[in-house]
């Protein structure tokens, strides 16, 4: 039921960008407009993330439920609250994230980029279906923010139940395929909640390959100064001239 699920909600949720793509009236919000990905590039894609699903995907949900009842994983009734789930599914917002900045980050570094992360770059414009189109020890690198941050609360708390597990599932993949969709749009996420990331800070980080490497929050890159894009390569200038505006005076 839990690999079912997965696959209904991530080519549910791609397809519509697909569609999208072949309508010529949103190309005025599609952030790289010059590239737009062919329908062969988005079947060929399609093909890789479902052989990585069956092939490795499938294998780690299997595992996880077992992982899951050892550290208490509730599956009965009665079913939590609203407020319990959504602080929750925050919390794990925010543990995945800094888990997939620095694992993403750590994956750009000469060696492992060349072994591992190269195969997810591959498309400098990001489409929704290549949201989990990667190297299978990446999939398993980046896969366990998702699924460690649930098992690690429910370890440390004693509380999660599979109602909460799903839901977070869903929002997951709804970020990461939303992240990749290569549109910006006037009611996109963004505009409301400054520090998210969404698909204008992650679009950046595959046109420059470097830079931007938090998955659902902007703060990381900020702190570490990891931002990539025009604004913050004039920030940066700006910063410098400052300082040596400083050192003059």
């Not at 839990?2 to 696959?7: A, L, T």
């Not at 990585?52 to 550290?71: D, G, K, N």
């Not at 509730?74 to 997939?100: K, N, R």
Request: glycine share 6%; with cysteine; proline share 5%.
């Amino acid at each position: 039921m839990s690999f079912v699920m997965h696959e209904i909600i991530y080519f549910g949720r791609s397809i519509p960008w697909a569609i999208i793509d072949r309508i010529s009236y949103f190309n005025k919000y599609k952030i790289q407009n010059q590239k737009i990905p062919t329908a062969q590039e988005q079947w060929s894609c399609a093909k890789l993330v479902l052989l990585s699903h069956f092939t490795v995907e499938l294998p780690q949900i299997w595992l996880f439920h077992p992982m899951a009842q050892y550290v208490g994983l509730a599956t009965g009734v009665p079913f939590p609250s609203l407020l319990t789930m959504l602080y929750q599914i925050a919390v794990f917002f925010v543990l995945e994230d800094t888990w997939h900045y620095w694992s993403h980050r750590a994956l750009h570094w000469g060696p492992l980029y060349k072994n591992i992360h190269k195969i997810h770059h591959q498309y400098s414009a990001p489409f929704g279906l290549a949201a989990e189109y990667a190297s299978p020890i990446e999939v398993m690198i980046l896969g366990l923010g998702t699924v460690g941050a649930p098992l690690l609360w429910c370890a440390i708390t004693g509380e999660l139940h599979i109602l909460t597990m799903y839901i977070w599932i869903v929002c997951r993949l709804f970020q990461a395929i939303d992240a990749h969709s290569g549109y910006e749009f006037p009611w996109s996420l963004h505009h409301f909640l400054p520090f998210w990331a969404g698909a204008e800070h992650h679009d950046v980080h595959h046109e420059k390959f470097i830079g931007n490497y938090s998955s659902s929050f902007r703060w990381w890159d900020y702190i570490l100064d990891t931002e990539s894009g025009p604004e913050a390569a004039k920030k940066r200038r700006e910063r410098r001239l400052a300082k040596e505006r400083e050192k003059i005076q």
